[in-house]
């Protein structure tokens, strides 16, 4: 079964800098997805950033970027120039596709509550 | 993408009581996925709801406990039954853009249900 593990409970980061926060999955999948949601106070899920895993790329969205390791099954977030309106929760997430093709199932990490701090 | 309505937003029930959340998603899905997310912690699927076939329960749910409905390929509600204090959570709606060739959960924006 696929686990995914966020253990940084809690971060903060002064606004403009730059701040990481880790993720580490396991799986005997070799094709899958991985994904960054951010949850701010008004619950909505956004998605942050995706990663495929058969790409090598990190994948990037203007201040967001990621570091991933397939053979060390980790997948970090990079935030730069941190902004207070990325306070949020942060959630960690591994897709893969059901079988016969019919959609995607998710699993989330625990999350990581990100402060920004002006 | 995909804009999911759920309604209600919130909610404060008594024990005892019912309260059935309604999911209204702008195009057709094959799946909608029904989440609970307790105070603080992550998503925990409950199921995921197919139109016109039972729900697939996760381990730890029952049908009894969370009935599902899926009468067509743009709605679904979740029943939380007989709630107690322990069902005070953030249940939310999910699909992916399978249908539409998006590798990406959509969500709505939940409901916070409070039980007293």
């Known amino acids: 079964a696929q686990t995914v593990t966020q253990s940084q409970p809690e971060m903060s980061v002064q606004e403009a800098e730059t701040v990481t926060l880790s993720c580490t999955y396991d799986?005997?999948?070799?094709?899958?997805?991985l994904f960054w949601y951010k949850q701010p106070p008004s619950r909505q899920m956004i998605l942050v950033i995706r990663?495929?895993?058969?790409?090598?790329q990190n994948a990037t969205e203007n201040r967001f970027s990621v570091n991933f390791q397939k053979a060390a099954k980790s997948f970090s977030l990079k935030i730069s120039d941190s902004q207070l309106g990325d306070t949020a929760m942060y959630f960690c997430?591994?897709?893969?596709?059901f079988g016969g093709g019919q959609g995607f199932s998710f699993i989330f990490g625990k999350g990581t509550r990100l402060l920004v701090k002006p | 993408s995909a804009v999911i309505s759920q309604k209600p937003s919130r909610d404060i029930c008594q024990r005892g009581t019912s309260l059935t959340i309604q999911c209204q998603v702008d195009?057709?899905?094959?799946?909608m996925f029904w989440y609970r997310q307790q105070p603080g912690q992550s998503l925990t699927l409950i199921a995921t709801?197919?139109?016109?076939?039972?729900?697939?329960?996760e381990s730890g749910f029952v049908i009894d406990k969370f009935p599902i409905s899926r009468p067509n390929l743009t709605f679904s509600t979740l029943t939380v039954s007989n709630m107690s204090p322990e069902d005070s959570s953030i249940y939310l709606c999910?699909?992916?853009?399978?249908?539409?060739?998006?590798?990406?959960?959509?969500f709505g924006q939940g409901t916070r249900l409070t039980v007293v």
């Open positions: 999910s699909v992916d853009g399978h249908g539409q060739g998006i590798t990406e959960a959509f």
């Open positions: 799986t005997s999948e070799n094709n899958y997805y």
């Open positions: 990663q495929e895993a058969y790409k090598q």
């Open positions: 997430a591994f897709m893969k596709r």
């Open positions: 195009s057709q899905v094959t799946m």
């Open positions: 709801a197919n139109q016109g076939s039972e729900a697939t329960y």
